[in-house]
């Protein structure tokens, strides 16, 4: 007789899995306590690289059944979820997403609702990605300047320059100027690039 597992995953530990697990049994699935398992990482993880996903998968066994609310339970894109799924299906795990209508992702059906998460998922990643190009070239023929305005001024990168010379650490100046050792570096290295 197969097991039943549950993977529970909420972002922050402010954050509680109850939900997902009243969810899991709301849809008729009996999960004893031992095979729950719930965890607390970021989505922008990696399943593979999650301790408790990874103890999970060591657990698993031929047959057995895995459920989850969401998809993005299983993995932080839609590569990452169908890399996740087609473990899961070599170890003979089969695996019911209750956002799916509680499908079984490694059945033929569920490959096919797979494969087009997956298009949508990069169509929309693709999209965000075009939309974001475009902003940025409005925003430099508009004569933006974009990303982080610089930690220093022109006239404090001579004056940093002119300090490094006569002996002053880039310790004592980072801290003077309230910036990182880094940074007075590369105005430095700035400055030496524009006089030469």
């Known amino acids: 007789m197969p097991r039943i597992f549950a993977y529970c995953r909420v972002s922050t530990s ?3 899995t109850q939900n997902q697990k ?3 049994e709301s849809a008729g699935f009996s999960v004893r306590a031992n095979r729950i398992i719930e965890e607390h990482i970021s989505g922008s993880v990696a399943a593979k690289q999650r301790p408790g996903f990874v103890r999970l998968m060591d657990r698993l ?3 057995d059944i895995l459920v989850v609310t969401k998809l993005d339970r299983l993995g932080r894109n839609a590569i990452d979820v169908r890399e996740t799924v087609e473990a899961l299906s070599e170890l003979g795990v089969k695996v019911h997403c209750l956002a799916l209508g509680g499908a079984d992702l490694t059945s033929t059906a569920g490959k ?3 494969q087009v998460v997956s298009a949508v998922a990069e169509f929309e990643k693709d999209l965000l990605i075009e939309r974001t190009q475009s902003g940025l070239e ?3 023929a508009k004569g933006k300047q974009l990303g982080r305005p610089p930690s220093l001024t022109k006239e404090q990168k001579a004056e940093v320059k002119k300090r490094l ?3 002053s650490s880039v310790s004592s100046l980072a ?3 309230q910036t ?3 940074t007075i570096q590369r105005a430095r290295d700035y400055s030496d690039r524009v006089t030469s």
């Open 14 to 16: 402010e954050q509680d």
């Open 22 to 24: 009243l969810e899991i």
């Open 61 to 63: 066994e031929q047959e």
């Open 112 to 114: 096919m609702t797979m």
């Open 138 to 140: 409005r925003a430099r």
């Open 165 to 167: 010379t006569e002996g």
């Open 175 to 177: 801290r003077e100027y």
């Open 180 to 182: 990182s050792r880094q």
